[in-house]
């Protein structure tokens, strides 16, 4: 009886991911009815806004200021961890 009810909890979760909802199409949705055909169905939508704290902003736009006005003290990520690989090699 418990195996019984185990098998009728489990079910498939999908999970479609699109980059703006413009990508929805009659053809996606006619697929999704195709898989699943006479199968109870949920959907959810769950719109994935970034969310900065406002202490983040404030640091981001901080920064950019500085690199605005201090171009030339820009480090290349490349070059700095080309540099840290060599001083590491030398220990």
Known sequence: MRLFLLLNMCYMNTTFHFTSAQEITPVILDVIKSAYQEKPVSLSVRVEEPFLPEWQKIE???????????????LDCDITIDELERELETL
């Open 60 to 74: 981001v736009r901080r920064r950019d200021t500085i690199i605005e006005n201090n171009p030339v003290n820009l």
